[in-house]
């Protein structure tokens, strides 16, 4: 094989008429001595158009300022991008052509950081012909790029002077470099062309990606198309009817060179790219050689532009697609709900879909699996959707559907997953649940429609899988009062205005108080008292609940520790914990920390947990009691009896007491109501495993003599002392043994 050293041109160190030509300056840019040294090291001796090469060396972008400013006929800058400072290259080439106005030099940046890129403002608004990384460039490709610049500096060079094209090429390059979409561009470069040469605008251009795309009249489309051609726009090649124009389209991009005959002209654009353009147009009469240059110059220029066009596609793509699935992504989604709004289409509606359960299929089959569904699901919605739906995806197993509402039927949507998808060869059953969000219906832009769409599908959600739920005004304020009262519960807590109030529990048998339950309040700046009901639920949502839950530990257990002091021994304190504490990994260390610190006995502190979520997490649940019991503290089932627990389970928890819930409470005066049997039934479970049974709610006599005669030990209620501040449960307890009521043993 034939080495690609072997195709570059040498000259002979002896040869004396090579050596009297004047040679190409090119100016090395750069703070690192070894680039200097290994640049004309490889360039020795080589000849760019029968000349040789002559190096002039700045390191630092204040000392090439000097020499440009004094240095005439320079042809090339090597350009570092970061010297003296990360920009020092690009301020550099700001200078070059603003205020030193030395437009012919074609610069090259280079850098030794492969991350680093122009942004596409820079790539824009810079005259920067060439970007290259110093990896890259080899000898041979640092040769080839030197070759094109110097070629390109020395047309430009001598048609400035003279003549009116090279206007027409700088300004039309700089209007196409403003150009997004690669068919503005390519209309501009039939414009472009066709005055440049003084003809009318008519032709026509097809593309093709060099990596992706074979040459072939039926795969490529016509992008652009003027005069006799306009027709053919977004057509194949294969559409057009002249044989001759579109043999030289196909033979120019195969060969990547400019085809001429006397009537007619193909030129190429981006040879080397990775995008490719093949420019035909009629022109009538054979091109001269003047024309021929300002082509050439003009091919050169249309080439960087297109480069930069490209760059422009592929960074478009990474912010506007999903890297995965290769669909819109929630930032394109955004726009097009924007772009939709903006004319006019307000019939449409965006669905979000979120697949029902997935997260525990990729846990438990593994994320290559769950990636392979994803891409079922993609594909059978790009399949299943009309071409006026944008199927896009906003992130993770959520997709969104974009179109015309008749098009988007959410029972149709729903009934694209009856059917089982194939992965891996097995049959794999999925459900989707939908957020609906009509555009008509709410105002708001991209972002907003989304987020009330997901408040639709967090709605769905909760119903059950499968379902599916319109936002509606309602929904949006219900969300708006839950992140108001959210805010305003972080600044309550931050400035103390949350409070504990104790309930008295008494024991049916004596009634002595045996002990109290605390009970977490907030009082707003109002005034106005807010009820627990309200707020707790967003406090375990947002996690307030984790810092909330231990304050309230911690002032429980001081009071119950004040209390024993004042001579109220044995009164145990009750205090509730939400799942969110038990998962918390430092739940235990917390726990620990507040017996130490208060000086509680940890006997007479009892944790009480909801039936419900004793019932989500048995086994880790069942652990973390293990270990709370081995502290000494007790622990309670609280609302028993609202769930479904087991016997076997509910022995496996090893908790120490059960508080029959308040609507069973409340219902055992009602004749016909099952109350009164659930109490009685948990009442004999806790006699039966050996557990104390706590009724609450109890706000009558007969409702207590009922309790009292099925054997329930404890009660807490109106009956016997509403919930009260500290100060007031001290003095109700002196007055409790005034009266004779003797406190707890």
Request: glycine letters at 6%; proline letters at 3%.
């Amino acid at each position: 094989m034939v080495e690609e050293q072997d195709d570059i041109l040498f000259c002979s160190e002896d040869n004396e008429t090579q050596a009297s030509l004047p040679g190409w300056k090119v100016l090395i840019v750069d703070d690192e001595d070894d680039v200097h040294r290994a640049t004309v090291f490889a360039m020795r001796n080589l000849l760019v158009a029968g000349r040789p090469l002559e190096f002039l060396h700045a390191h630092s972008a204040a000392e090439a300022r000097t020499l440009l400013a004094n240095e005439t006929g320079i042809a090339v800058v090597l350009l570092d991008v970061v010297m003296e400072k990360v920009d020092a290259g690009l301020e550099l080439v700001r200078d070059i052509r603003d205020r030193l106005n030395l437009l012919e030099v074609r610069i090259i940046l280079r850098t030794g950081q492969p991350g680093y890129a122009p942004e596409m403002e820079v790539v824009r608004d810079y005259d920067i012909n060439d970007y290259k990384t110093k990896a890259e460039l080899t000898r041979i490709k640092l040769y080839t790029t030197l070759t094109a610049a110097i070629r390109s500096y020395n047309q430009l060079h001598v048609i400035s002077a003279s003549r009116r094209g090279l206007d027409l090429i700088v300004r039309g390059s700089a209007r196409l470099l403003a150009e997004h979409s690669i068919g503005d561009f390519a209309a501009g470069v039939i414009t472009q062309i066709t005055g440049l040469l003084g003809l009318p605008p008519e032709g026509l251009i097809i593309t093709r990606r060099q990596d992706s795309e074979p040459i072939s009249a039926s795969g490529l489309r016509v992008v652009a198309a003027a005069g006799r051609y306009a027709g053919l726009l977004g057509q194949p090649l294969n559409r057009l009817d002249d044989d001759e124009a579109r043999d030289m389209l196909l033979r120019s991009l195969d060969t990547e060179v400019s085809l001429f005959n006397e009537r007619r002209t193909v030129l190429l654009l981006g040879a080397h790219s990775g995008m490719q353009m093949a420019a035909y147009i009629d022109t009538a009469a054979p091109i001269d050689d003047t024309d021929h240059q300002l082509i050439e110059v003009f091919c050169a220029n249309m080439a960087v532009c297109l480069d930069n066009l490209d760059l422009l596609a592929q960074l478009n793509a990474s912010a506007f697609v999903d890297p995965q699935l290769k669909l819109p992504n929630r930032t394109r989604l955004v726009q097009e709900i924007d772009h939709r709004r903006r004319h006019g289409n307000t019939d449409d509606l965006l669905v979000l879909l979120n697949l029902d359960h997935f997260s525990e299929t990729n846990e438990a089959l593994g994320h290559p699996y769950g990636d392979r569904i994803l891409r079922a699901v993609a594909d059978r919605l790009l399949e299943h959707s009309a071409s006026r739906v944008l199927v896009a995806r906003v992130h993770g197993d959520t997709f969104g559907l974009l179109g015309a509402a008749r098009l988007l039927q959410p029972e149709a949507v729903i009934a694209l997953f009856d059917d089982p998808f194939e992965i891996d060869h097995t049959e794999q059953m999925l459900s989707a649940s939908l957020g609906c969000v009509a555009l008509a219906d709410v105002p708001g832009d991209g972002l907003e429609t989304i987020k009330n769409a997901s408040i639709a599908l967090k709605r769905a959600k909760a119903v059950g899988r499968g379902s599916y739920c319109y936002y509606d005004r309602e929904m949006g304020i219900e969300v708006q009062e839950r992140v108001r009262l959210l805010r305003n519960l972080r600044n309550a807590f931050q400035h103390d205005r949350l409070f504990l109030c104790y309930q008295p529990q008494i024991d049916l048998a004596s009634g002595r108080v045996i002990g109290a339950e605390a009970l977490l309040r907030w009082k707003a700046e109002s005034g106005e008292l807010i009820p627990p009901e309200r707020f707790i639920a967003i406090a375990e949502y947002s996690g307030l609940i984790i810092n909330i839950g231990q304050w309230v530990l911690r002032n429980a257990c001081h009071r119950q520790t004040s209390l024993a002091a004042a001579g109220f021994t044995g009164f145990r304190m009750a205090v509730n914990v939400s799942l969110a504490q038990f998962r918390h990994p430092r739940f235990l260390q917390v726990l620990q920390e507040a017996i130490a610190d208060t000086g509680i006995d940890p006997t007479l502190l009892e944790l009480e947990i909801t039936e419900s979520m004793a019932m989500l997490e048995p086994d880790y649940i069942a652990g973390v009691i293990r270990d709370i019991k081995a502290l000494g503290v007790s622990v309670a089932v609280d609302d028993f009896g609202t769930g479904f627990s087991s016997l076997s389970y509910l022995q496996r928890l090893d908790v120490d007491r059960l508080k029959i819930d308040r609507a069973f409470v409340t219902a055992l005066q009602a004749a016909g109501n099952p109350g009164e049997s659930i109490a009685q039934t948990v009442v004999q479970l806790g006699r039966n495993l050996g557990l104390a049974v706590i009724a609450e709610g109890v706000e009558t006599d007969a409702q207590a003599h009922s309790l009292r005669a099925m054997g329930c030990h404890e009660a807490q209620g109106y009956l016997f002392a509403r919930p009260m501040e500290s100060a007031d449960l001290a003095a109700w307890l002196a007055q409790q043994r005034a009266d004779g009521i003797p406190p707890a043993a």
